[in-house]
């Protein structure tokens, strides 16, 4: 409760620069501008959109609105638009696409009218969930349905739609519900995937066939010949899409493979020869002027030897300069953003600041290279020191829980204080690192922005189908999209990793017929009654244990698989402080808020609900 009265103290002065800071942050917000369009284009003659009023400045307003689900009730972002049997009237609201992450779409029941936006796949790129059922939508289907490829189920049922069914729509790789039943539509029916549709789905048309109905009647031979060359080259298409997907996995693991082994890693290094003079620019004052030939020279050409992590968004070197300062240079894997993207990014990512981040100190670029300046850690990452490569850990429970919270307070203040917000994406016990005292600093932050965003998506692919990181929460190989909720699940992982000293993908206590991950073996052992089986047995017994359990409590949390159930970052920083209220750990103590007042409300419940905890009932 202590905790929770030092916020209420504190709330009342921030909020109002809160308020300022939202006013101008928030006030351009997309979402926004998406649903004053969808409103002003549909005639609403019940009113059941009265409650969609726009002038209120509070951060996550619209996630109150009829109809709207938002990734989190603080910010203004859509998850999912539900106007079903509401009298709608109008087109197909185009500003629909300005609720860039959206992932559904119901407007069943209405009158909706018009053909369906030919240019649909980009209004909805990452729709999963579409259904436009019982409106009076004339036309033909859009063929571009079949590029929203994250569809898993449409429904266009009860219209008047016209014309083929599109054939490319069983190409839809994640589609498991299609129905069109009730229309005007004719021709051969696509072929998809057994269980997608059934007679059902085609049922009251003006004339389709083709299994599961009838087979097609051919008109005349040459038409018959034409069908039969068009199926023949479908196969053939399907089955070289299907081996190039597959290629172009196992090439890009080859690529990651070759990337650790090639012994000529360091070619690139070597060509950049003739542009040793870019100057490293540099934000702090405190770095002396750096160059190009200074860092390949630090780094002893990029050597391989020097390499000391990589990951998805690039190699990581380390680099001692002349007069003994060690620093990280991380060579950012290539992409497709601008020179102009990348400088924006850099003095974005150069100016934030926070004790448990590692700071940017400098970039520079040279032909196709991006190389980052990073202060070195001299303790490495949290990686190695729990899972130490001979011998064993020997992190205490104090200094683990330091690190949880420092690392915490870290993502829960780029997740709620720093501007613009940041989603890591990519929270692992890699990208913990440990200064001098095992002050944790987050790494790689503001990175994955760096990235070509469908790289990332594929690579989170990527890893599901090779061996599971074991840190991706399960709703991103859904929905592909990344929110703050995917971090606390990450972060949730580490913590699992703390407190039980395994690692993420390979869980060393459990029984060789276990092939599941930390997350599933502890999701298996809380339902067995045996929770406190899988606690290091190094910290058990030495009169932490409530602590160890009340900790293991915030881990599982953060790893339920709805991502509204989890805490928000805010409420893992303060949990885990309250933890470590027994130690001296903090030290300076910087005021920090969640955008949304109402969540310190959420707090308060949690601070609450922590006092009660006992280990048991898990
Ligand atoms: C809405 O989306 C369109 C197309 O992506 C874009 O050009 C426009 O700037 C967006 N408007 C706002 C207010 O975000
Ligand atoms: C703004 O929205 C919040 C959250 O829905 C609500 O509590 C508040 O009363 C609204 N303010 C105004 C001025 O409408
Ligand atoms: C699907 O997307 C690809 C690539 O963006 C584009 O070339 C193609 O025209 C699109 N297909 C349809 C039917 O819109
Ligand atoms: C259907 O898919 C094939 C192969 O992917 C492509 O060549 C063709 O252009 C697509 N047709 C339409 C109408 O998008
Ligand atoms: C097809 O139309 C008939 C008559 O209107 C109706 O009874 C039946 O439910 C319809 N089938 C489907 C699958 O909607």
Redesign the pocket.
């Known amino acids: 409760m202590v905790v929770a009265r030092q916020i209420f103290g504190a709330r009342v002065v921030v909020s109002f620069f809160l308020l300022i800071l939202c006013g101008m942050v928030c006030g351009t917000d997309s979402d926004i501008f998406c649903l004053k369009s969808v409103k002003s284009a549909l005639e609403d003659p019940y009113n059941y959109l009265q409650s969609w009023s726009f002038n209120n400045e509070t951060e996550g307003y619209i996630c109150k609105f009829t109809g709207v689900d938002c990734w989190h009730p603080d910010e203004n972002k859509v998850l999912n638009l539900k106007l079903s049997n509401m009298g709608l009237k109008g087109q197909f609201p185009r500003g629909i696409q300005n609720c860039s992450s959206m992932t559904g779409l119901d407007f069943s029941l209405n009158r909706l009218s018009k053909t369906i936006p030919a240019d649909i796949s980009t209004l909805l790129r990452f729709v999963t969930s579409l259904d436009l059922s019982a409106n009076d939508f004339t036309g033909e289907i859009p063929a571009s349905l079949s590029n929203c490829t994250y569809l898993n189920s449409l429904k266009l049922?009860?219209n008047q739609l016209t014309g083929q069914i599109p054939a490319n729509l069983s190409q839809l790789p994640r589609l498991k519900s299609f129905s069109v039943?009730?229309n005007l539509l004719t021709g051969q029916v696509p072929s998809f995937k057994q269980g997608v549709a059934t007679a059902?789905s085609y049922?009251?048309n003006s004339g389709l066939c083709g299994p599961p109905l009838e087979a097609c009647q051919p008109k005349s031979s040459t038409s018959n010949t034409a069908v039969i060359a068009g199926a023949a080259v479908g196969g053939v298409t399907v089955a070289a899409l299907g081996l190039g997907i597959g290629m172009f996995f196992y090439v890009r693991r080859i690529s990651y493979r070759k990337k650790e082994e090639d012994p000529e890693g360091n070619k690139w290094a070597t060509s950049l020869k003739g542009t040793k003079q870019i100057k490293v620019s540099t934000f702090e004052k405190a770095v002396s002027k750096m160059y190009l030939k200074d860092l390949l020279k630090a780094t002893n050409n990029f050597s391989k030897s020097n390499i000391i992590g990589s990951g998805r968004s690039g190699t990581v070197y380390k680099a001692i300069l002349n007069d003994g300062t060690s620093l990280m240079v991380k060579r950012l894997q290539e992409s497709q953003h601008s020179e102009k993207e990348f400088l924006t990014e850099m003095s974005t990512l150069g100016s934030i600041k926070h004790r448990n981040l590692v700071p940017l100190l400098g970039f520079c670029t040279a032909k196709k290279e991006r190389l980052l300046v990073y202060k070195n850690m001299p303790n490495g990452t949290l990686h190695d020191q729990l899972h130490p490569d001979a011998g064993v850990c020997t992190m205490d429970w104090p200094l683990r829980l330091k690190i949880a919270i420092g690392a915490a307070k870290g993502l829960a203040w780029l997740h709620h204080s720093c501007n613009p917000r940041i989603i890591h994406r990519n929270i692992s016990s890699k990208c913990i690192l440990l200064d001098a005292d095992f002050e944790p600093k987050i790494s790689d932050f503001g990175l994955a922005r760096l990235m070509d965003p469908i790289d990332t998506h594929l690579s989170t692919f990527v890893n599901g189908e090779f061996g599971d990181l074991g840190y991706v929460a399960p709703e991103y190989t859904k929905t592909l999209v990344a929110t703050s909720k995917g971090d606390v699940y990450s972060f949730g992982t580490v913590l699992l990793e703390l407190v039980t000293g395994e690692r993420p993908t390979h869980v060393a206590k459990a029984p060789e017929t276990f092939k599941g991950n930390l997350v599933e073996w502890i999701t298996q052992q809380s339902s067995n009654a045996k929770l406190h089986d899988v606690i290091d047995e190094s910290l058990v017994g030495k009169g932490a244990d409530q602590e160890l359990f009340q900790f293991l409590k915030v881990a599982c949390n953060c790893v339920t698989a709805m991502p509204k159930e989890r805490p928000t970052m805010f409420d893992v920083y303060q949990l885990l402080r309250a933890i470590g209220s027994n130690y001296n750990f903090t030290i300076e103590d910087e005021i920090m808020l969640p955008m949304d007042t109402g969540d310190a409300d959420n707090l308060e419940e949690l601070i609450v609900a922590r006092e009660g905890l006992d280990g048991k009932g898990m």
């Open positions: 049922d009860q039943a009730n059902e049922a009251n």
